[in-house]
């Protein structure tokens, strides 16, 4: 079956430090794969685009990788900062004729002073 | 620029009563989605329409229907409610689904007693 997988269990970091947040996807030929921040009580807001062809995408302090071998994407928010605290949401859309964006359950970030 | 306007923003439904949840756009987006999102389940589309004129089903459409009035405007409605529908609902618009970011709104949070 096709499945998105994000890390369930919070990430807890020092302010400075650099967070990465994993997807996994399995059963999926993705042509995109996009990133989202929701903060509580808000709709999702959109980061970085990658395409399947690109191996990195950077975009001020974040970087997003694609790594279709390992089906695997990588997103990195470097110098971190408690502003930076929210859920992200990794959401691919197939290579298939035409179909939708499909979220996976997202990854709690929380960067302390 | 008001992008993604839910409404209403809390709902509390008792069981078997309907009601219409109404999105607009201002952004002449193309495609526009409806997803529910539930604790642990993440963000799960209930039905989208690819472009003025057209429905297509999500991944779960039981126990609802839409209507893409023009353009603009994405209506979901729940005909009869049900607990199980209690969930924080997000509208959502792009210009191209999965190659272009999606917009969403600030959510509807409705509870069904």
């Known amino acids: 079956s096709q499945k998105i997988e994000q890390n369930s269990e919070a990430l807890n970091i020092q302010e400075g430090k650099t967070a990465t947040l994993t997807c996994n996807y399995t059963n999926y030929s993705p042509a995109y794969l996009q990133w989202y921040r929701q903060d509580p009580g808000r709709g999702p807001v959109f980061l970085l685009l990658?395409?399947?062809?690109?191996k990195e995408k950077r975009k001020e302090r974040l970087k997003v990788t694609f790594d279709t071998t390992l089906k695997q994407s990588l997103f990195h928010i470097t110098a971190s900062q408690p502003a930076d605290s929210a859920t992200y949401l990794c959401?691919?859309?197939?290579?298939?004729?035409?179909?939708?964006?499909?979220f996976g359950k997202g990854t709690m970030l929380l960067v302390s002073p | 620029n008001a992008g993604v306007t839910q409404t209403p923003k809390f709902q509390v439904l008792k069981t078997g009563q309907s009601m219409t949840l109404q999105c607009a756009q201002d952004m002449n987006h193309n495609s526009m989605y409806w997803y529910r999102q539930d604790p642990g389940m993440g963000l799960r589309l209930i039905y989208y329409?690819?472009?003025?004129?057209?429905?297509d089903k999500g991944e779960v459409p039981n126990g609802y229907n839409v209507s893409r009035l023009n353009k603009r405007e994405f209506s979901l409605r729940l005909e009869s409610a049900a607990p199980s529908q209690t969930s924080v609902y997000f509208c959502?618009?792009?210009?191209?689904?999965?190659?272009?970011?999606?917009?969403f709104g600030q959510g509807t949070r409705l509870t069904v007693v």
């Open positions: 990658i395409r399947e062809n690109e």
């Open positions: 959401a691919l859309k197939e290579n298939s004729g035409y179909s939708t964006l499909t």
């Open positions: 329409s690819a472009s003025e004129g057209t429905t």
């Open positions: 959502a618009s792009a210009t191209f689904t999965g190659v272009t970011e999606a917009f």
